[in-house]
C-alpha cells in the first residue's frame, strides 16, 4: 500500500526525516572521528562502538527511505530506527568527556523522539 508523498507528507514526518538525517550525518562523522581517534589500535569497545553507530546510521537510512516511499511498514521501522539510535546514544554517553561522542548521543536522542512520534501515525 504506497501513499503519495505529495498528498500526506506531514509534519511529523517531515520532522522524523530530518532527524534521521541528522543522526546519519552525525553517526557518520563520529565513526571517522573514532577511527581516527583510536588509530591502528582500536580495542573491542571501540569496534562494537562504531559497529552501533554504523548500524544506527544504516537503520536512520532505512527509515527515511520508508517514509519517502510511502511503506506500509513505516510505523514499525520507525519504531526499531529509535530503539537502535537510544543504544547509540547510551553507548555515546558512556564516553561523556568527549563533546564529539555527546553531540552524536543527542542527534540520536533527538532522532529517536522524532521516530516514537511515528508510531501513531497513520499509513
Known sequence: MMMMMTETMTDEMQTCMDACMECHKMCMETMTYCMSKAGKQMDMGMMSMMSMMRDCAEMCMMCMNM????????GRTCMLCAEMCDRCAMACEN?????????????????????????????
Open 67 to 74: 517514509m519517502m516511499g510511502g511503506s506500509e511498514f513505516m
Open 95 to 123: 564516553m561523556n568527556d568527549d563533546p564529539k561522542m555527546m553531540e552524536c548521543a543527542a542527534a540520536c536522542r533527538k532522532c529517536a523522539e522524532a521516530c516514537r512520534a511515528m508510531e501513531m501515525m497513520p499509513v
